[in-house]
C-alpha cells in the first residue's frame, strides 16, 4: 500500500494545486518512483489511497497503466483518515492474505533492500517490522536491546511515551516503510482517523513491533520543497 492521501502541506505552494504525490523527482513524480521501487522488488499488486487532489492521482496512473503494476484506489474523498485509519479502510484488500504486507509513504524515497525487511518479518513472531535509520531528527521511535518497539519521543517538545520498560532505551528514526502482518487487523480496536504511530504504541504493550535498520542504504523524506533538490542529487 502507498499512502499517498495527506494534504502534503510541507510541499506548499505545490500542493495548492497537486497532490504530493506528484511531485517530480528527474524527471519522474515520486509516485511513479515509488510503483516501481514495490515492482522491483517483487510487489505489482498495490492499493493507493487517495484524497488530496485524488483526481490527478486516478487519471495519472490510468494514463500510464500503472505502471506496469496491478493499481486499486482506496478513496478517502470525503476524509482524510491519517496513517492507521487509511490502512484500516484498506483492510478488505489484505484479509486474505497470511503473507505480511508491505506499506509506505509516497513521500519517501530510498534504495533499501526491502526483501531483506520482509525476510525479517516472516522469519519472526512480530506483528509488524519498521524500517528505521539513525538519522537525526525531532521525532524517534525507542527500542531495546532485542530491537522491540518500546515507546516514542519528541525530543524537540520532551514528550515520551512509554509502552513497555527496558534499562535501555535506543533512539531510532522511522522512515515510513512497515511489513506488517494480516493479523494485526483483528487487533485494531480504533475507529475513524488515527495514526500508527498510536496504534503500534498500544499494540507494542502486548506484542513484539520490530526494527529494520537500513542506515546504510539511500533515504530521503521528499515532504519540502528543498529536499527534492537534494533527492534529485541521490536519484537519478
Not at 490510468?62 to 484506489?73: A, L
Not at 520482509?118 to 527500542?143: C, K
Not at 512497515?178 to 487487523?185: D, E, L, M, R
Amino acid at each position: 500500500m502507498i499512502l499517498a492521501a495527506g494534504l502534503g502541506t510541507r510541499l506548499k505552494p505545490f500542493t495548492d494545486g497537486h497532490p504530493k504525490a506528484l511531485a517530480v523527482v528527474n524527471g519522474k513524480t515520486i509516485l511513479e518512483r515509488n510503483i516501481e521501487y514495490l515492482s522491483f522488488h517483487g510487489i505489482k499488486a498495490v492499493i493507493i489511497n487517495v484524497h488530496h487532489f485524488a483526481d490527478q492521482i486516478i487519471h495519472l496512473i490510468k494514463e500510464n497503466n500503472g505502471f506496469g503494476s496491478d493499481i486499486t484506489f482506496s478513496d478517502e474523498s470525503n476524509e482524510v483518515l491519517e496513517t492507521g485509519g487509511g490502512i484500516k479502510k484498506a483492510a478488505w484488500f489484505f484479509e486474505k492474505e497470511e503473507s505480511p504486507f508491505v506499506v509506505m509513504n509516497v513521500d519517501v524515497l530510498t534504495d533499501m533492500n526491502l526483501n531483506k525487511m520482509i525476510f525479517q518479518q516472516e522469519q519472526n513472531t512480530a506483528l509488524a517490522t519498521l524500517a528505521v535509520t539513525s538519522r537525526e531528527t525531532s521525532r524517534y521511535f525507542l527500542f531495546d536491546e532485542k530491537n522491540h518497539l518500546c515507546g516514542w519521543e519528541n525530543v524537540k517538545t520532551g514528550e515520551k511515551k512509554i509502552s513497555r520498560k527496558s534499562e535501555n532505551y535506543f533512539q531510532k528514526a522511522f522512515s515510513g516503510i512497515h511489513v506488517i502482518s494480516p493479523k494485526i487487523f483483528s487487533l485494531i480496536k480504533m475507529e475513524g482517523k488515527f495514526s500508527m504511530v498510536d496504534l503500534y504504541l498500544e499494540l507494542a504493550k502486548s506484542f513484539d513491533i520490530a526494527a529494520f535498520d537500513h542506515s546504510d542504504s539511500k533515504f530521503i523524506d521528499v515532504g519540502k520543497p528543498e529536499s527534492i533538490l537534494k533527492a534529485e542529487e541521490m536519484f537519478d
